[in-house]
């Protein structure tokens, strides 16, 4: 590892693995940006909008792998989609209301049709998941019982 650094304590860390190198570094922004209503309004839009078609496009992958039936992880897709939509929270939370213009709202609304398509397709998919569980376990206890509850095997037998 090629880390450079002035304490000690940190260089060792490094070394065992505990911090891990390359991290950007994170600075302030600076006064103009941080001011209200200047680039940081446009760039938050920007940022919210980018978001949107990122979260947009995971769901789009998702939807389309459950109707195919293509393998792929649906618990990892599932918490991109919770962290990208937990990021896009926080972006909404400091645009002004004027910047929710009618393309930023016909954006969410867009995204709100694809996530309810997208739970759709996960239900469909839950349900027939539920389906062939219940199968395999009525197979299963039907393997394993030697019929001595079974109604039907007892009448077969003669008994009631």
């Known amino acids: 590892m090629n880390v450079v650094t002035t304490d ?3 260089a060792n860390a490094t070394a065992a693995g505990y911090l891990k190198p390359n991290l950007p570094e994170v600075r302030p922004a600076p006064p103009h940006v941080r001011s209200h209503g200047g680039p940081l309004r446009r760039s938050g839009k920007n940022l919210a909008l980018a978001i949107i078609g990122r979260i947009e496009a995971q769901v789009r992958v998702e939807t389309e792998a459950l109707a195919s039936g293509a393998q792929f992880d649906l618990e990892d897709s599932n918490n991109r989609k919770c962290q990208s939509l937990a990021e896009l929270n926080q972006a909404v939370k400091g645009l002004l209301p004027s910047d929710m213009d009618q393309e930023f709202g016909g954006r969410l609304a867009h995204l709100r049709a694809q996530l309810a398509e997208n739970m759709a397709m996960i239900t469909m998919h839950l349900e027939a998941v539920r ?7 009525q197979s299963i206890q039907n393997a394993e019982s030697d019929g001595t509850y079974d109604p039907r095997a007892s009448m077969q037998r003669g008994t009631k």
Do not use: Q, T
Not at 131 to 137: D, G, I, N, P, R
């Open 8 to 10: 000690k304590r940190a």
């Open 131 to 137: 389906e062939v569980s219940a199968m395999l376990s």
